[in-house]
């Protein structure tokens, strides 16, 4: 992943410097060829607001996908749990964490396994919001609004990175949550 200096290391697309208030993604070292407008967003900061909007947007999210799905399936790291087309979930072999990659929107969480019950079962029974620190830098919230769902990572010192998902990709990833209890129970 691409490490981002706030104040100093500028967006891949724009060129403008990330700030502590900006939400920004840090994408992986993705394949891609020289030629491809994708190529720039490869192991770099990208400003959220920026990449959302971004024509070549759709590729990178493919790319980053190719990428997290190959890395995991084939990695003695993690033993992948679930993958469809929006979601892949990996236990960690190293790490006692797991893994939530939501694959449309470019976007990672890690849920460390002695709060993976409790984490589900607050999201599962989710009414308005729900806020959790996975680790002592680093705090999730989980935002209901009235068409989405808002899911944010913060980290300590500033920098975060948020993601909406609609009614019906949040109720697919409730739908997945609940087949990962024998799992990571």
């Known amino acids: 992943m691409a490490i981002v200096i706030l104040g100093k290391t500028p967006c ?8 502590k208030t900006d ?8 394949p891609a ?5 994708a190529a720039v967003c490869s192991d770099a900061c990208i400003l959220r607001d920026e ?3 971004w024509e070549f947007r759709d590729n990178v999210v493919r790319l980053v996908k190719e990428f997290w799905v190959q890395q995991h399936n084939t990695s003695e790291a993690f033993t992948v749990l679930h993958e469809d087309n929006e979601y892949l979930m990996a236990k960690g072999e190293v790490e006692a964490k797991t893994r939530i990659l939501f694959l449309k929107h470019a976007f990672v969480i890690d849920i460390p396994q002695e ?3 409790d984490f589900r079962g607050q999201l599962l ?3 308005d919001a729900v806020s959790i620190c996975p680790y002592s830098t680093i705090a999730l919230s989980f935002n209901k609004r009235v068409d989405k769902m808002e899911i944010c990572i913060e980290f300590q010192g500033g920098g975060k990175d948020c993601i909406e998902l609609s009614r019906p990709e949040w109720s697919r990833f409730q739908s997945v949550l609940t087949t990962m209890e024998p799992v990571l129970g």
């Open 33 to 37: 060829t020289l030629n491809d407008p």
């Open 51 to 53: 990449f959302e909007k």
């Open 115 to 117: 709060i993976w019950q």
């Open 125 to 127: 029974g989710i009414e």
């Open 12 to 19: 891949a697309i724009s060129g403008r410097i990330v700030s």
């Open 23 to 30: 939400k920004v993604l840090c994408l992986p070292p993705f």
